[in-house]
């Protein structure tokens, strides 16, 4: 059965801190697809980033870069240099091959970044 | 940009109302879902339609139903609305994925308190 697992509930941090979101994915598919998405307190999500299961490369957009690891089935996400605006809930989500309409979202992890 | 709008960002209502919570996207997406948002679940999916008229259940149907008589319009209705019903509901849109996932587009989210 897929699912996804933020075990981190909550990370606060102090500004200009790096912090990694974990996210643990499992999935029998071997074609899916990788998500992350940003909850600022304003209240819609922000889509962050897609990856899909053959391209293992790992990707950064200027303070924030992506680990992808099918070894671990994981796809964690840095910040690097936090800033106050970073505080948010990030979600991760997973879609399969099979159903790539629909998303499997985990259950999120809250942001403090504090001044 | 891609926009999806819903109707409300809080609404209170009264055990046993009816609920109408309404989103349109201006994307000519042909999907579009509907999720509820609660502390410590994540987002869990009520129902999701792919075309006009057409329609399946998420993960989490029950005291719910949904219209979809335009394809940029999808109502969220609750027949009878209940406490246990209060949360924030979010709206998405998404083009039909072909050969790749991708990634849905939210609503700012309807607050609803039933008391």
């Known amino acids: 059965a897929q699912k996804v697992t933020q075990a981190q509930t909550e990370i606060s941090v102090v500004e200009k801190e790096d912090v990694t979101l974990d996210c643990v994915y499992e999935t029998r598919d071997t074609t899916y697809y990788l998500f992350w998405y940003k909850q600022p307190p304003s209240g819609e999500l922000v889509f962050l980033i897609r990856r899909n299961s053959f391209d293992e490369q790992n990707e950064i957009s200027g303070r924030y870069s992506w680990n992808f690891q099918k070894s671990t089935s994981s796809f964690n996400f840095t910040i690097t240099a936090s800033q106050v605006v970073d505080s948010a809930v990030y979600f991760c989500?997973?879609?399969?091959?099979?159903?790539?309409?629909?998303?499997?979202f985990g259950t999120g992890t809250r942001l403090q970044v504090f001044p | 940009d891609v926009k999806v709008t819903q109707s409300s960002r809080y609404l209170v209502k009264r055990t046993g109302e009816k609920v109408f919570l309404e989103c349109v996207q201006d994307?000519?997406?042909?999907?579009m879902f509907w999720y509820r948002q609660d502390p410590g679940l994540g987002l869990r999916l009520i129902y999701f339609?792919?075309?006009?008229?057409?329609?399946e259940k998420g993960d989490i149907p029950e005291g719910y139903s949904v219209s979809r008589e335009k394809k940029e319009r999808f109502s969220l209705i609750l027949e009878s609305a209940s406490t246990n019903q209060t949360s924030m509901y979010l709206c998405?849109?998404?083009?039909?994925?072909?050969?790749?996932?991708?990634?849905?587009?939210f609503g700012p989210g309807t607050r609803l308190t039933v008391t």
């Open positions: 998405a849109s998404s083009p039909t994925a072909t050969v790749l996932s991708y990634e849905q587009y």
């Open positions: 994307m000519d997406h042909e999907n």
């Open positions: 339609s792919y075309d006009v008229k057409m329609k």
């Open positions: 989500a997973l879609s399969e091959a099979l159903n790539t309409d629909k998303l499997i």
